[in-house]
């Protein structure tokens, strides 16, 4: 079992910038597949970014070259630096580990508004 803690998430003025971070309890596993989603008000959840066990990192086309997934195994955290905010980034962010064989977890996620 593997519980997931977001934090970091708050008010932050457009062109802003914030850092979320996700805490693991359990191991990281260099295997692990794991994400970070989001899902605004009136839509449905989508994937912001992933990087797998081999370190392969995806982004969705709106936060390309402004957000960075990183993940430090050994603390057990995964982090997303969010650059340039825009109000569309407005959502609430959710840590995703997918583990091969054992399943996958979710985050209670962390609200981030993004307004002036």
């Keep these: 079992q593997v519980q997931l803690v977001e934090s970091?998430?708050?008010?932050?003025r457009p062109g802003g910038s914030l850092r979320l971070s996700?805490?693991?309890s359990g191991?990281?596993?260099s295997s692990d597949n794991i994400g970070w989603y989001r899902?605004?008000?009136?839509?449905?959840?989508e994937l912001?970014?992933?990087i797998t066990g081999g370190s392969s990192?995806?982004?969705?086309?709106?936060?390309?070259g402004r957000f960075t997934i990183s993940r430090d195994n050994a603390r057990k955290m995964v982090g997303l630096q969010m650059n340039s905010l825009k109000p569309e980034d407005t959502a609430v962010y959710y840590c995703n580990l997918d583990r091969s064989?054992?399943?996958?977890?979710?985050g209670l996620g962390t609200q981030v508004t993004v307004s002036s």
């Design 48 to 50: 912001v970014a992933r």
């Design 8 to 12: 970091g998430g708050g008010l932050v």
């Design 57 to 64: 990192t995806i982004y969705a086309d709106s936060v390309k």
């Design 39 to 45: 899902r605004a008000p009136g839509k449905q959840r």
């Design 22 to 24: 996700c805490a693991a």
């Design 101 to 106: 064989g054992w399943g996958t977890y979710w």
């Design 27 to 29: 191991s990281i596993f």
